[in-house]
């Protein structure tokens, strides 16, 4: 199968380099289609040990807060859970209760397409802005239609204004 190409001849998105400002290649995939809205992260700060995140889970299920969006990394001894939830006021008061470490983080939630060259289109318009993705974690099922993203830009409103129209 031959390599796609952009509108330029460049072999794939990585290698085309376009002028600061310009548009990403248009003809790499298909437009993507986006819904964006910011939210409320919390990082929770674990001890890396079995059970420590099922009891975390477990307070959250019996408060009826939903886990939208999940990821964890790990050191030596702690894990740092970064969760979207459907209450994080009352979820990171309940933390707070039971003695969990918990910080609230803006981020941005991007419901998109699940096509290829979407995350690259979005990295290319927030470069282009000078907008810096500090991290990011997204899901999809391997059929699914849909995708989410959780984004944390250095700049939530102007990642978002940069971004409404995608």
């Given amino acids: 199968m031959p390599a796609r190409q952009c509108s330029l001849g460049r ?7 376009h002028a600061r400002g310009a548009a990403p290649c248009g003809d790499m995939g298909e437009q993507a289609r986006i819904k964006i809205e910011s939210a409320t992260q ?7 040990r079995p059970g420590a995140l099922a009891r975390v889970c477990e307070e959250l299920a019996g408060a009826e807060i939903n886990i ?3 990821s964890i990394s790990d050191t ?4 740092v859970v970064r969760m979207a939830v459907s209450d994080p006021t009352k979820a990171l008061m ?18 998109t397409e699940n096509h290829p060259g979407v995350l690259g289109q ?15 974690y997204m899901a999809a099922t391997l059929n699914s239609t849909k995708g989410l993203m959780i984004l944390r830009p ?3 409103e102007k990642a978002q ?3 409404h129209d995608l």
């Fill in 11 to 17: 072999a794939n998105s990585f290698d085309c380099q």
């Fill in 42 to 48: 919390l990082a929770v700060f674990l001890s890396n």
């Fill in 68 to 70: 939208h969006a999940l």
């Fill in 76 to 79: 030596a001894d702690h894990s």
């Fill in 94 to 111: 309940l933390l707070g209760e039971r003695g969990v470490l918990a910080l609230e983080t803006e981020v941005l939630m991007i419901e």
């Fill in 122 to 136: 979005i990295a290319h318009r927030l470069a282009n802005a000078e907008v810096n993705i500090e991290y990011a």
């Fill in 154 to 156: 250095d700049d939530v």
């Fill in 161 to 163: 204004q940069v971004l």
